[in-house]
Nanobody, 124 residues
Framework: QVRLVESGGGLVQAGGSLRLSCLAS????????MGWFRQAPGKEREFVAA????????YYADSVTGRFTISRDNAKNTVYLQMNSLKSEDAAVYYC?????????????????WGQGTRVTVSS
């Protein structure tokens, strides 16, 4: 049973930073790519970032490039999302997800397991 547990969400002022974490279990973490998605109220779930199985390559949505950084620690079975210069439009529930292959994807349909999400609220 694969389980993903996100943490680190909360309330932050615009311009501030947060670091999200996602602890994975039930799958050989180091063999698979990981991704972060987000969903704001009334909007579709959207891709944020993804990382290759070994961290050698990363992908970002245009809206977060230069502000967010995805990373992973395979020894801790954890993937991170460092979010800097947060904007009001970054407010959403953030989900981590894993897909059954070593390279990442921007498409939610490629991911087979999802966490329960962690909420990020940005005050202006």
């Amino acid at each position: 049973q694969v389980r993903l547990v996100e943490s680190g969400g909360g309330l932050v002022q615009a311009g501030g930073s947060l670091r999200l974490s996602c602890l994975a279990s039930g799958r050989t973490f180091s063999s698979y790519a990981m991704g972060w998605f987000r969903q704001a109220p009334g909007k579709e779930r959207e891709f944020v970032a993804a990382i290759l199985w070994n961290g050698a390559s990363t992908y970002y949505a245009d809206s977060v490039t230069g502000r967010f950084t995805i990373s992973r620690d395979n020894a801790k079975n954890t993937v991170y999302l460092q979010m800097n210069s947060l904007k009001s439009e970054d407010a959403a529930v953030y989900y981590c997800a894993t897909l059954p292959r070593a390279w990442g994807s921007r498409a939610a349909r490629d991911y087979d397991y999802w966490g329960q999400g962690t909420r990020v609220t940005v005050s202006s």
